[in-house]
């Protein structure tokens, strides 16, 4: 089975390039204090619209270029609860060829009691596929920790978080029996921060497949801040471990996908306006195109001119939208599972 599914991530691997960050400026760092003034002075006096370089505008582009290089240490939001989404709903179900989707969307008690209802469902899924590309960023480590129990043991060690010097690790462990321990596959991309990355984090170290792109590395615990003007500055005062094999607690950073698989933004957020519209199963599986076979030659028809006179007749009809990476993701999930060992 190894060897199966080394050759399944190698193929479908094959398939798409990483695309990963710019890297600061070089050059910059290698200056002090001083010469960064004296770069600063020049502009000042020789800029042909030197007028612009005011106070105000430098001290924006010195927290912008903070922010930047901090990446996800700090977050400046617009407004108090902004964290929150109120856009798309977590979703379960199972699609046609029998593969259970859960869609994370707000991280909360309600995410959690989707992803029960399709684990319980009437005929089990065969195999599990996890959407972690359209939770918003959240700090609710209480609720990821409930949904990782689903997947593992009882009294199993599923995270800590640390907080100030005088705070102890925060551990959160799974408190029930699992309800799934079949092939699991998750899908993240750039997009996948806080503790949404948590649960992917674990979910690989507990033996599941992740594929899409890699995680920006934002699993903190973050104190917020109200500035004067209603912005809220959101601190990383604490980083999340999960432990290692050798028993020991790591601070978590970006994850690497098993297999890499990303696709641009737009086309994320197409496949998730073209699921809401069509179902999750118009974008995961493409149109079965008719065919000509001994049946429509019994019958004495011709089902693909039958096709062809019809889009004729209803004018040309837009390419539909297929979602790449969640293609994959069932794919995998599926060769996976038919070579799990039966119970």
């Known amino acids: 089975m190894k060897r199966f599914l080394m050759t399944v991530l190698v193929a479908v691997g094959m398939q798409a390039n990483h695309v990963r960050a710019e890297a600061p400026d070089p050059l910059v760092d290698q200056m002090d204090a001083a010469q960064i003034q004296e770069v600063i002075q020049i ?25 930047r290089r901090m ?58 596929v996890i959407d972690l590309r359209y939770a918003p960023i959240s700090t609710d480590f209480e609720s990821a920790g409930a949904l990782l129990s689903r997947f593992l043991g009882k ?12 705070e102890e690790l925060r551990r959160h462990t799974s408190n029930r029996d699992p309800a799934w321990d079949g092939v699991t596959v998750v899908l993240t991309d750039r997009a996948t921060s806080g503790a949404a990355e ?8 507990s033996g599941a497949l992740v594929i899409g792109d890699k995680t920006p590395g934002a699993a903190m615990r973050y104190e917020p801040f109200l500035l004067a003007n209603g912005m809220v500055l959101r601190v990383g005062v604490g980083d999340v471990r999960i432990e290692t094999k ?15 698989f990303p696709i641009s933004p737009s086309l994320k957020e197409e496949a998730l306006t073209a699921a809401t519209e069509r179902g999750v199963a118009a974008v995961a599986f493409d149109e079965v195109r008719p065919r000509y076979n001994e049946a429509a030659l019994v019958a004495g028809g011709n089902p693909e001119m039958d096709a062809m006179q019809e889009r004729q007749k209803n004018g040309a009809k837009a390419k539909a939208v297929i979602d790449l990476q969640l293609q994959r993701a069932i794919d995998l999930a599926n060769a996976a599972a038919v070579f799990q060992p039966k119970p």
């Open 43 to 67: 502009l000042r006096d020789q800029y042909i619209r030197n007028h612009e370089l005011d106070d105000v505008t430098l001290s924006r582009a010195m927290l912008e270029g903070l922010l």
């Open 71 to 128: 990446e996800h240490g700090v977050m400046l939001q617009a407004a108090e609860g902004s964290e929150k989404n109120t856009g798309t709903p977590s979703l379960g179900e199972v699609l046609p060829d029998g593969t259970g989707y859960f869609r994370l969307g707000t991280l909360d008690a309600d995410a959690v009691t989707v992803l029960d209802k399709l684990l319980a469902a009437e005929k089990p899924p065969k195999a599990l």
């Open 155 to 166: 009294g199993r060690l599923l995270f800590a978080v640390s907080g100030t010097a005088k």
């Open 198 to 205: 948590v649960i992917a984090a674990v979910l690989q170290s």
């Open 246 to 260: 050798a028993g020991e607690l790591k601070a978590l950073g970006p994850i690497e996908p098993n297999v890499y």
